[in-house]
């Protein structure tokens, strides 16, 4: 800092220096700093005190600033300002090199006095160097004395409000202005608004009941659990004695013994439920808060009441009156078929028989609701109905019968006969119940003489020969068209290996026992009954049950598409018959390929649709004759395979001379006679190849 000789008469010309002050900061300033060591600092502070009373910017000193000139170091009794660092931190402020000088106090240190002779003393280089910083110094501290003083005086009045700021906003939320609050409706019909935690804090605060909470006309509010507990068990009726409780079914009174049962009371359950009403369980849920609080008020106006009652164990009770009503529960009893008369064809009938049905889910929640509601003596209505059966005797009267036959001539040939009629007295009668499946084997057996069968010819191996039980396939063809036209399900069958001629090609179906059968299954809902008769060379098969609706009938039919004429005859040699003898084993029969159709006629024999039942392809098959080669002799004639002849050698001649050796004379086959066909038709007992 410079002396004063170097000031010269510039004192006039200097700014002064303001120290800020602000009455309301408790902080330590710098005018505190100046006050403490100048005693004559209070004499300008009047501006300063008017501030903090209040007063604004006015004319005149500016409020809580004090000036002090500057002094020359060589007046004021030799004393020089101090320079004391200013302490910015208090403000908020980095700490600066700024300083503010100040008086010295009578009892401070003295002033240093400079010296023109010491400063010559000096050496000039050190001297101008100090100079150099001094005046630097001094330059940099005039010129930012104001907007420094400036500065700090807005730091701190910034400071100052934002810590009053902070300190009003603090006590406000401490006491819970800013804290959410919620529009209640008291119990006395006003609407208020309350803080939420608040409301919540009153609605969960403590174990106890709310007030208005009622148990059997006793007020719990305001108990524990445990007080309401006793005060309810206090005032509970006791036990019944004695739960005399019937079931009336239509008019018949069946008694209900439930002595096996033991009442419980549900107070317990009671007193949870009543805990758990109006009782919120998130308090951020201000929606759930609300409702919660309101209805908590109108409790106090309108209490809600609970009643406790003695109650059974539901599976206890609901044992005890199956036990009485599932013996009365009976299912419908359709009609049912039990045989059929052959003499009147029909069919015998078991009538029908209702059905009763009782609503024991119902009776059992109707004797609950009783005990629940302390009811222990009364008679419990069980619903029941009747169930009327689907099938009746009626109805079997009216639409069951014959659904269709099949018929065709016999031959001539007594043994063929037999063994048809025998046939047809093992199938008559028989009854298939749903989903059985006659098998003609089975029914009719092993064709055997002790069965009543005899020998009959038969095609076997593609000829004719004789077997037991010889004509049987006709009663066999006879069941498979019956059962065709009642559209009953044909499982198995098999054609003979040509068409046989009581009926068209692709009609037939052979049997052999032990290889081939015929069967059909009872693929309706009802009984069906099979009917097969001999008389006066005429077989019939027909089938009873539940006829075809609204009067319809179906016909069996068979369409020849492709026919194979046979070729020239075959002659094979028998080497047992004599020479010359010949026996037709088998007849020339074309090959054939036959289509058969249901056709389905309505009552007015108009046909309706036709469905295809199978495809049958017969075999081509030549003439075949066997011719004997047998000489008398036991010797074998030559035999032509192409013409069927057979050449016999001329007799050897006597010792003496005799005529030329005569040339042989062929012998001319003896036909055997076969069977006609188709006027007396061979059957097969399996037939076909």
């Not at 906003?169 to 919620?182: C, M, N, S």
């Not at 075809?548 to 039919?557: A, H, S, V, Y």
């Amino acid at each position: 800092m410079k002396s004063s000789s170097n000031r010269g008469s510039f004192d006039n010309d200097r700014p002064r220096v303001r120290s800020v002050g602000n009455p309301g900061y408790t902080q330590r300033t710098p005018a505190d700093l100046s006050r403490s060591a100048n005693p004559n600092y209070g004499s300008n502070t009047g501006a300063g005190q008017a501030y903090g009373a209040g007063q604004g910017y006015g004319a005149g000193p500016i409020p809580g600033v004090t000036e002090e000139p500057y002094h020359d170091m060589n007046q004021g009794g030799g004393n020089s300002p101090v320079e004391e660092p200013f302490d910015y931190s208090l403000m908020g402020r980095p700490n600066s090199s700024a300083v503010v000088k100040r008086k010295p106090s009578s009892g401070s240190r003295p002033a240093r006095k400079p010296s023109s002779s010491s400063s010559a003393a000096r050496p000039t280089h050190i001297k101008s160097t100090t100079v150099k910083k001094k005046k630097g110094h001094s330059k940099s501290s005039k010129g930012g004395k104001n907007s420094s003083g400036k500065g700090m005086r807005v730091l701190a009045i910034v400071a100052s409000i934002l810590a009053v700021s902070a300190a009003v906003i603090g006590i406000l939320y401490a006491f819970g202005v800013f804290k959410p609050r919620i529009e209640v409706v008291m119990a006395d019909g006003t609407i208020q608004k309350i803080k939420a935690e608040d409301a919540y804090l009153e609605l969960t605060d403590g174990n106890r009941y709310y007030d208005g909470t009622i148990v059997n006309d006793i007020n719990i509010g305001g108990m524990t659990r445990e007080e309401a507990m006793a005060a309810i068990t206090a005032g509970l009726e006791a036990a019944p004695l004695d739960v005399n409780i019937d079931l009336k079914v239509q008019e018949q009174i069946y008694d209900l013994d439930l002595s096996s049962l033991a009442l419980t009371v549900n107070t317990d359950e009671i007193l949870t439920e009543a805990y758990a009403l109006n009782r919120p369980t998130d308090p951020e849920d201000f929606e759930q808060l609300k409702i919660c609080y309101n209805a908590y008020q109108a409790m106090k106006n309108t209490p809600v009441k609970y009643q406790t009652a003695y109650t059974c164990a539901t599976d206890g009770l609901n044992n005890l009156v199956h036990g009485v009503l599932v013996p009365l529960e009976l299912s419908a009893q359709d009609a049912r078929i039990t045989d059929f008369d052959k003499d009147n064809n029909v069919f015998i009938v078991e009538p029908e028989a209702a059905g009763f049905d009782v609503d024991i889910d119902k009776a059992v929640t109707d004797v609950t609701d009783l005990l629940e509601n302390r009811i222990y003596e009364g008679v419990v209505e069980v619903d029941s109905t009747e169930i009327e059966p689907e099938l009746t005797e009626a109805y079997i009267t009216e639409n069951f019968g014959k659904i269709s036959s099949c018929s065709s001539t016999t031959s001539n040939t007594a043994s063929r006969n037999n063994n048809i009629n025998q046939a047809c007295k093992y199938i008559d009668g028989t009854m298939l119940m749903p989903g059985e499946v006659f098998s003609f084997n089975d029914v009719v057996g092993m064709r055997t003489e002790a069965r009543g069968f005899q020998e009959a010819t038969v095609i076997t191996g593609g000829k004719y020969e004789q077997g037991m039980g010889g004509g049987i396939c006709q009663v066999s063809t006879m069941v498979y068209g019956a059962a065709v036209k009642a559209n009953l399900h044909i499982v198995n069958r098999s054609s003979h290996a040509w068409p046989s001629g009581y009926v068209s090609a692709g009609l037939d179906a052979t049997v052999d026992w032990g290889s081939i059968d015929f069967k059909f299954e009872n693929d309706t809902e009802y009984p069906i009954v099979v009917r097969a008769h001999y008389a006066d060379k005429n077989v019939s098969v027909s089938i009873y049950g539940h006829k075809l609706p609204d009067g319809q009938r179906i016909e069996f039919i068979a369409e020849s598409q492709t026919t194979t004429p046979a070729g020239a005859t075959e002659y094979v040699a028998d080497p047992n018959a004599p020479v010359g003898q010949t026996t037709t084993v088998r007849n020339a029969h074309d090959g054939i390929r036959a289509v058969s159709y249901q056709v389905w006629y309505d009552a007015n024999g108009n046909e309706i649709r036709r469905e295809q039942v199978a495809t049958t392809n017969y075999k081509m098959y030549v003439k075949k004759v066997e011719v004997g080669t047998k000489m008398p002799d036991g010797s074998h004639a030559q035999f032509d395979a192409s013409t069927g002849k057979v050449i016999t050698p001329t007799p050897t001649p006597s010792p003496t001379p005799a005529p030329a050796t005569p040339t042989p004379t062929p012998v001319p086959a003896t036909p055997t006679p076969v069977p006609d066909d188709p006027a007396d038709p061979p059957e097969d007992q399996g037939g076909g190849e």
